[in-house]
């Protein structure tokens, strides 16, 4: 068995074994309940959260998967061999740790607004420029099946889409 890393020194007892349930795979907040006397789940998700954002305890947990082997290039590499899995279910879960690999799912949410109708006009753009050249290659068929797709976007009405996380 490996000693422990140095950055255990810093931390208390339940601290230590908080780190050792997180590396071997729990939430945080099971690893909250394992570690500390919490009277709910409420409270141990809680807990989780405040001592996963402890720099002494992100260092503890970085340092006992590097023993493992498992460095964040380790995990990133495997990660990337299921985000491109043909299973969507494993693709899209690899995907989520991936952004949570990466920070993505922070208490900080940024507002995305997207203007539909800014969309629909480069769209209509990139149509007719391909109808042209369609045309310019003979394949006149298809540039009017084109046109036509064309005409009917034009009826829709531009809308303004909210793409902020619920």
Avoid at 10 to 18: D, G, M, P, S, Y
Avoid at 88 to 106: F, R
Avoid at 129 to 155: F, H, M, N, T, W
Wanted: glycine share 4%; net charge neutral.
């Amino acid at each position: 068995m490996l000693p422990p890393p140095e950055s255990f020194e810093n931390l208390t007892a339940k601290e230590r074994k908080f780190v050792l349930e997180i590396a071997n795979g729990k939430t945080q907040t099971q690893a909250a309940l394992h570690s500390f006397d919490v009277g709910s789940l409420e409270n141990a998700k809680s807990m989780g959260s405040h001592l996963m954002a402890k720099p002494d305890i992100q260092l503890a947990v970085s340092e006992i998967m590097e023993q493992e082997g498992l460095t964040k290039r380790y995990r990133v590499r495997k990660l990337k061999q299921h985000v491109e899995a043909k299973n969507p279910s494993i693709s899209l879960k690899a995907l989520d740790q991936s952004w949570k690999l990466d920070g993505a799912y922070t208490d900080t949410h940024v507002h995305h607004v997207m203007d539909y109708g800014e969309i629909c006009k480069s769209l209509e753009e990139i149509r007719k420029e391909k109808i042209q050249l369609l045309r310019q290659l003979g394949q006149d068929k298809e540039a009017d099946a084109l046109a036509v797709i064309l005409k009917e976007s034009q009826r829709e009405t531009p809308k303004v889409i909210d793409l902020t996380p619920a």
